[in-house]
């Protein structure tokens, strides 16, 4: 391998991937003006020039494409829930085995590597990249919903059931429809996202640090298809990884807009609507950019750190001023419920609760698996140094603890406004502005709102720029320091993504997108499975 992918050579042991292939050999290298570009022809090709045309067309024809969109999403969700949900269920079983397993010790970057950032400023990155903007948006109002659905029991017609609670409800039974609501939620929230994340960095870290190969989608696939991984099938599996993180992406940015709009509403009074929310993803991807330009350390780092700070803060308030005594010992509760209701709710197939294994979870997972090769590439990216049983531990029980405590704490203190205190504004209020709801109800309402539609706007930013990173990062070939001119270039389109989406039918549309381009790559990452495992079998373990 060529000393162009950038990477550092192992330190110590490991077991590199002898190719002929050189980084960024079949890259175009161009100068337009003052900038210049560097990018792998067919794969920036094809990508870029979709992208551009999706754009066109969904502006172009806004009011055909929004029923075609969430048409879409329903028939998806609706007929592959269970190969969503059994996918995810994999992904979880072959984490937990690995953390258990000798390969445990295979290390990141070669037997003698050290990590290159601390635990905390490693942890920051792996959680506002991961997690961000969907906490703050269904912090609150996921589990009230799960709560209220559970509270009214079950309701079917032909045959069929046609309410929105998990598993079998909890009709009349307020303690009961907590425990089930925030199992359900935890269960979206836990270790089945951060499985899907964790995979897929672990494979990208290994064959990127370990092997040498560049820092791309393809390079997991050697065991598996060998050299032929540089010709049209890498350039086929790096190209829809473009596309899952591209509209994962919209999926969250289009979240992201319309709570930040929502809290301005609320709080100043300026309108709500797509123009709102258009206008809002301008500025914030304008942000994005800056960050951007600044690069990894100085950008999304600095950045990760100040949201990390603002969310601890606002959470320890919500802890203290809130139900302290219910938060800490739902903490665990919590917990225990969901371990009881997990293997119920992970069961793929035979369900009653049709609306919620498709219109939740199989969207979920959906969307997570499409985030996975952004947070999957990112969270490689920042991991070098740590043994497979370290990384695999904390990217998926530390931060699956962090959202368990966050659910606990916004969601059940909502939950505890209305069964204690009969306050009814949360559970009837739009999911955007639940959370600016049960802030209300809280001492300082006026500061809190403003410090979360901070935390949405910074969590937008970091999201943003740290997908750019990433998808330039394999539409370049593996480089990682391509010019910041094709950086400026995806963020821009993620923004433009997001507005075409919001205009072509809201967050409906950004949900269908998300769903489709999750679907192909549920798919590639099962097939990486079976790749990482081999190349983690060849790798020198640490002592």
Request: one cysteine or more; proline letters at 4%; hydrophobic letters at 55%.
């Amino acid at each position: 391998m060529s000393d162009e992918s950038n990477l550092q050579t192992p330190d110590g042991k490991a077991n590199p991937i002898d190719t002929d292939y050189q980084v960024g050999q079949d890259n175009v290298a161009l100068q337009i003006g003052p900038f210049g570009l560097d990018i792998h022809n067919r794969v920036f090709l094809i990508a870029g020039l979709t992208v551009v045309a999706f754009v066109f067309l969904t502006l172009a024809f806004q009011n055909q494409v929004a029923p075609l969109f969430s048409g879409m999403r329903t028939w998806l969700t609706t007929n592959l829930d269970w190969f969503f949900m059994s996918a995810g269920n994999i992904f979880v079983l072959v984490c937990l085995g690995l953390i258990v397993s000798p390969l445990g010790r295979v290390r990141i970057g070669g037997t003698e590597a050290t990590p290159d950032y601390s635990y905390l400023g490693w942890f920051s990155m792996l959680f506002a990249a991961g997690m961000g903007i969907g906490l703050m948006f269904f912090g609150v109002s996921e589990p009230m919903s799960h709560y209220a659905s559970s509270f009214g029991g079950t309701s079917v017609a032909d045959g069929i059931r046609t309410d929105w609670a998990p598993l079998g409800a909890a009709a009349g039974d307020a303690a009961e429809a907590t425990r089930l609501g925030m199992a359900a939620t935890i269960y979206h929230w836990g270790l089945h996202p951060w499985a899907i994340y964790a995979i897929l960095a672990l494979g990208l870290a290994v064959f990127s640090f370990n092997k040498q190969l560049p820092l791309t989608m393809r390079s997991i696939f050697y065991p598996l298809l060998g050299e032929r991984i540089w010709g049209w099938p890498g350039h086929i599996i790096d190209i829809l990884a473009i596309f899952a993180t591209l509209f994962g992406l919209a999926t969250s940015l289009g979240f992201g807009a319309s709570q930040a709009s929502a809290g301005l509403n609320y709080l100043f009074g300026i309108p709500m609507g797509a123009t709102t929310d258009i206008i809002l993803v301008i500025l914030i991807t304008a942000a994005a950019l800056v960050s951007v330009v600044a690069g990894l350390d100085a950008g999304v780092k600095r950045l990760s750190e100040i949201n990390m700070t603002l969310a601890i803060l606002l959470l320890l308030f919500v802890i203290v001023v809130g139900p302290t005594w219910m938060i800490l010992s739902g903490f665990f509760t919590n917990l225990g419920a969901y371990v009881e209701y997990l293997p119920q709710l992970a069961m793929p197939f035979g369900r009653e609760d049709v609306n919620f294994a498709s219109g939740w979870t199989a969207f979920y997972w959906a969307w997570w698996i499409s985030w996975s090769p952004f947070v999957g590439m990112f969270i490689a990216r920042v991991s070098r140094g740590r043994t497979v049983r370290e990384f695999l531990i904390s990217v998926l029980i530390v931060p699956s603890l962090a959202c368990v405590l966050w659910m606990t704490a916004f969601g059940g203190t909502a939950i505890d406004q209305l069964v204690s205190q009969g306050y009814e504004a949360v559970v009837g209020a739009d999911l955007p502005l639940k959370l600016f709801y049960m802030l209300d109800a809280l001492p300082l309402s006026g500061i809190t709102s403003l410090i979360a539609i901070i935390l949405v706007v910074v969590f937008f930013v970091t999201s943003s720029d740290s997908g750019s990173l990433v998808i330039d990062a394999i539409a370049a070939g593996g480089k990682i320091d391509a010019p910041k001119a094709q950086r400026v270039f995806w963020c821009s389109f993620e923004g433009m993504v997001a507005i075409a989406l919001i205009l072509g039918g809201g967050l409906a549309s950004l949900q269908a997108m998300a769903v489709s381009t999750g679907l192909p790559f549920t798919i590639i990452l099962l097939i990486a499975t079976v790749a990482v495992l081999k190349g983690l079998a060849s790798e020198p373990r640490s002592v």
